[in-house]
């Protein structure tokens, strides 16, 4: 793809996105299947959600269903499905693609691939999986260290094996590699695009940890109901990086922005559109967000939520109400409107509106990207 259409097809979508938020029309979703999860992350407490998770009040395949025909008869055309774990949902998840595939909504899946065998990537790519996120936080016994998983690494590697070994013709599974920075692997990012130049990995994503102030949680109630969101330290120590850190992480960045001898696609959206508060305080001016007004959030049981890290804060049921129904009802315009007025303090420790971005996060990404052959 050349860069002129790289630059159109990214303002086309998001000139579509910031059209979409004006009027509050939902264009994706993201659907939990769990809250379980199999990692111990050192920058995320959604594990410790497994001592209170009721896995019997799980939704199952037809309930689902449903839901995933509710989706599409509003129009939702991409759906990731999340976790925890999600894998822990083997019982439904590739029918859920599956469903996906045959209506025409793109699918996209994170992992960690804990529980990633040979036989899980074949069924992905036979159900025709869009594309699936690769979480790799270092390489080696570095990754294991961050996600708290003995082995995660060859776990991870052996996944991404295997799907290069059965991506072929009509049947590809798109292949992305995350790498979440954090004061633990800020100087990373070399190891992992060596890394992923050795397979057929389409891009390589650097994203900026999240880092959530326990007093920004407790002054960010709508309607009575507080945020849970779960990028938190489990350990009860900053993951931040120091001033020092920091500028070793610009440098990494600039390096390989200014390299042409690089096997494998970087993008670096959300790097260039932060600032250095960002990766040493965690915090930022509260932005307008587009994923409170054009991403619906599914939790395991059927209910939707404005936002991932408001799991109590529910609009309505997709088992017994329509998307038309919930998106853009009396509780949603609250929850809006409480964002718009600034009234949501964990929004200044928020990154996820990087990667659903307007037309002035575009042209401001790839004005930065210009100036970088200049630095």
């Known amino acids: 793809m050349s860069i002129i259409t790289e630059i159109y097809n990214n303002l086309s979508h998001a000139r579509h996105r910031d059209a979409c938020s004006s009027d509050v029309h939902a264009i994706d979703a993201i659907i939990y299947l769990t809250y379980r999860c199999t990692s111990r992350c050192k920058t995320c407490n959604i594990w410790k959600r497994n001592e209170v998770t009721d896995k019997t009040a799980e939704l199952e395949w037809e309930d689902w ?30 029918d859920i693609i599956q469903f996906c595939t045959d ?18 990537v074949k069924r992905f790519v036979d159900s025709g999986l869009d594309t699936i996120y690769f979480s790799l936080d270092n390489v080696g016994s570095k990754h294991d260290e ?12 052996d996944a991404i094996k295997s799907i290069s070994e059965l991506n072929s013709g009509d049947k590809r599974t798109k292949v992305v590699i995350c790498n979440t920075i954090s004061k633990n692997n800020f100087d990373s990012l070399d190891d992992i695009i060596d ?10 994503y650097p994203r900026v940890m999240e880092e959530y102030s326990q007093a920004n949680i407790d002054a960010s109630a709508v309607d009575g109901v507080l945020p849970e969101p779960y ?27 200014k390299s042409t001898d690089k096997s494998v696609y970087v993008n670096y959206m ?6 250095n508060e960002v990766l040493t305080k965690g915090s930022h001016s509260i932005p307008k967000c587009r994923l409170c007004t054009t991403v619906i959030t599914v939790d395991p049981v059927g ?4 936002c991932l890290m408001y799991n109590n804060y529910h609009i309505g049921n997709l088992l017994t109400e329509k998307v038309s129904e919930i998106w853009n009802n009396d509780r949603h315009k609250l929850f809006i409107k409480s964002q718009r007025n600034k009234q949501i303090m964990i929004c200044k420790n928020c990154n996820l509106n990087l990667y ?7 042209l401001s990404y790839y004005f930065k990207r210009a100036l970088s052959k200049l630095w």
């Not at 959300?270 to 600032?275: G, K, N, R, V, Y």
């Open 65 to 94: 269903k449903k839901i995933l025909t509710n989706l599409r008869d509003y129009g939702i055309k991409s759906i990731e499905i999340f976790g925890g774990d999600a894998l822990l949902r083997k019982d439904i998840i590739f």
């Open 103 to 120: 209506n025409g909504i793109g699918t996209y899946f994170p992992t960690n691939s804990i529980s990633i065998d040979h036989e899980t």
């Open 146 to 157: 961050i996600r708290g998983k003995d082995g995660g690494f060859n776990l991870v590697q």
């Open 195 to 204: 890394f992923s130049g050795n397979y057929p990995v389409d891009a390589v």
């Open 231 to 257: 990028f938190t330290p489990t350990d009860d120590v900053s993951n931040l990086m120091s001033e020092a850190q920091a500028k070793e992480f610009w440098r990494v960045i600039k390096r390989n922005m």
């Open 270 to 275: 959300a790097p260039l559109t932060i600032t």
């Open 303 to 306: 209910n939707v939520s404005p």
């Open 356 to 362: 659903y971005s307007g037309v002035g996060q575009v």
